[in-house]
C-alpha cells in the first residue's frame, strides 16, 4: 500500500464519524515494558513550530522515525484543524480496537438488549495469556459486562475481550465488521473487515463518536483512569482517554486529550519497528498539546 503524508485544514465541524480464538490476534503480548531510555520533556526544547506537521516532524527527527514507520490522525476539534500521515496504512491494531469492542456493548445496553450487570457465559476456549483479572484470576461461570469491560480497557486482558466477542458472534452479528464499522467512515477495503486489522483514521473516527454520543461515557470514564503514565499518557496521564495496542512489531496508541470534560483533540498513532516507542508516543503527544498554546 502507498504511504502518504498530507496535512490539510478541515472546515466546518467535525463529523462523528489473532492468532487468537477469533482468527487475528488481539494482542498475546500487550505489555507495558519499558522500551528504551526516556527523553524527559525538560531536556527537549523545541521552537514552538507554525503547523501541526512540524512539530510532528521534529519529534521524529529527534527519535530517528522514518515516514515508513508510522503512522498517525490528529483532529482538533475545537480549532477543526487536522494533520493525518499515512492515515489509509492497514495494520494489525492490536488492542487499539477493544475501544469499539466496548462501544458495542454500551450500544446494546442503551438499546435495553442488555445492562451492565448482565452476565455473559465463559468459555474455557475464550482463555488468551495476557495481563488482566479475568485472565489471570480462577475461571468463573460466567462475568457481568461490566467487569468484562473494565478489564479489556484498564488492563488489556485478552480473555475478557474474547468472552466479549464470542457473545457477539453468537448473539447479535458479525463482529469485526460492526468493530471497523464503529468509526463511521465509508470503508470499501474487504480484508479490514476480515479481522484485527485497522488504520489511525478509523481508530481516530472511533474515538470521535465515543465522546461525540452520551452511550459511550462509561467507555470513556474507564479509558480517563486507565493507562496511566504510558505512551501517550507519558507526561499528559491525568487529562487523556487513551488504549494502547502492542503486537509484536506493532505499538500503537489512540486517545482524546481534555480539557476539563471538553474533549480538545484526538490523536492515533500506529508504528512499526520504531525503537523507544513508548517515549516516542509520549513526547509527540506532549509536544502536540504544547503547540496548541
Known sequence: ????????????????????????????????????????PESSEVEKAGAVEEVVMAVMNEYGVSPEQVAISYYHFQQDDAYVLNEDWMMNAASTTKVATAMLFSDLIWQGDLAWDSELPYNESYYEAGEGAVTNSEKKAAYTVEELVYEMLTHSDNTATNTLAFYYIDNVGDYWYDVTQMSGLD?????????NFATTDIMAHTLMRA????????????MRNAQADFRLKMFVSNDMAAKYGSFGAYQHDIGVYFEGDTPLYVVAVFTENVPNVDAFIGQL?????????
Open 1 to 40: 500500500m502507498q504511504k502518504k503524508t498530507k496535512i490539510f485544514i478541515i472546515l466546518g465541524m467535525l463529523v462523528t464519524a489473532g492468532a487468537v480464538l477469533l482468527g487475528t490476534h488481539f494482542s498475546k503480548s500487550d505489555s507495558v515494558a519499558d522500551s528504551g531510555e526516556i527523553v524527559s
Open 187 to 195: 470503508i470499501t477495503n474487504p480484508e479490514i473487515m476480515e479481522g
Open 211 to 222: 465522546v461525540e454520543n452520551e452511550q459511550y461515557a462509561t467507555v470513556v470514564a474507564i
Open 285 to 293: 503527544n506532549l509536544r502536540l498539546l504544547e503547540w496548541q498554546g
